[in-house]
């Protein structure tokens, strides 16, 4: 695989082949595209694959407009599971048939394209930006000059940033919000829809962060039974071996990020009554530069930490069904 020529981020690279492989009706794999425009005029597409009837439904999103590896992973797992190679043309790795005849997968390949239009790199590679220049640019430019907040909601009126980061999602003349943190965002309505309409039994989120790759457990863990709790470990552990295979550095054990700090609290709160249960899984791929060392984050890197995490989830949820 050249992950070069295997990555798509922008959503005016993407949503066109998207949109192509929609018009192309094969028996042998069933297709469903839905969108959602933003309030700017962007459209949110969820792609959904696989077996309508299957039990077992997975939801794969990515909310973070600076993040967009999730998204050229999203797009190169779907081009493989529909046309039985990558987007280069090479075999794919995905175990394509067992996926089309037992799984229901929907992606969201970016639940944010108003912020990842803003974005002026397809990706961040450590190459042209230290780590403080990549989050200015993610999250903004306060009034004062220094990085700006991270909030769930603000309004432009009260901060007057200098600059808005491409994180946030504009929803009214004023009101700014994080996708995954307000309800009030076109990722929290999309969500909505989709859990109404079809019922999943996984989630998966994807993310960047600027250090080793990590696999972050929901913020109502503790609450779960040993059951579930178990379950969700051997998901986070076919994840980590996964990436261990690939030689990547990892933080050994899943964690709940945030823990005792208000963000977890805004995590609850966004999933409380929607998602309540176990198996819900997120993941942190490497961006831009290594926090500790400094060390550039490749493409290829970042392509592959992410296609497999969704190789390793695949391949798990097959043994357990």
Same mark, same amino acid.
């Given at each position: ?11 005016? %690279? ?99 394209? &108003? ?81 109404? %309409? ?52 990892? &933080? ?62 695949? %391949? ?6």
């Amino acid at each position: 695989m050249d992950a070069r020529k295997c990555w798509l981020s922008h959503p005016n %690279e993407w949503q066109p082949i998207v949109r192509q492989w929609a018009q192309t009706d094969t028996k042998e794999l069933s297709m469903k595209v839905r969108e959602w425009r933003q309030v700017t005029g962007e459209q949110i597409l969820a792609i959904t694959v696989g077996n309508f009837n299957a039990k077992t439904r997975l939801l794969i999103t990515v909310p973070h407009a600076h993040e967009p590896a999730g998204t050229a992973a999203c797009i190169d797992a779907l081009c493989q599971i529909i046309t039985g190679v990558h987007l280069d043309g090479t075999k794919a790795d995905l175990p394509i048939d067992k996926i089309r005849q037992r799984l229901l997968v929907t992606f969201v390949p970016d639940s944010n394209p &108003q912020g990842r239009s803003r974005s002026p790199e397809r990706v961040w590679d450590g190459s042209k930006y230290d780590n403080d220049e990549f989050l200015k640019i993610a999250f903004g430019i306060a009034a004062d000059g220094s990085r700006f907040g991270r909030y769930p909601e603000w309004r432009y009126s009260e901060h007057k940033p200098k600059r808005v980061g491409i994180i946030y999602e504009q929803i009214d003349d004023d009101l700014w919000v994080e996708p995954n943190t307000s309800r009030k965002s076109s990722h929290s309505k999309v969500l909505d829809a989709l859990l109404a %309409e079809d019922g999943y039994t996984h989630y998966l989120e994807l993310h960047q962060h600027e250090t080793d790759e990590a696999v972050l457990l929901p913020a109502w863990f503790d609450d779960l039974p040993e059951s579930e709790q178990a379950k969700l470990g051997e998901w986070a552990q076919a994840i980590l071996m996964g990436w261990k295979k690939q030689g990547f550095q990892v &933080q050994e054990r899943p964690y709940i990020p945030y823990r005792g700090q208000e963000r977890q609290k805004f995590f609850r709160d966004f999933w409380r009554g929607r998602w309540d249960g176990g198996n819900w899984l997120c993941v942190e791929a490497r961006n831009n530069r290594h926090a500790k060392t400094g060390e550039p984050t490749s493409l290829e890197h970042q392509l592959v930490a992410m296609l497999t995490v969704l190789l390793s989830t695949f %391949e798990w949820l097959l043994r357990v069904i």
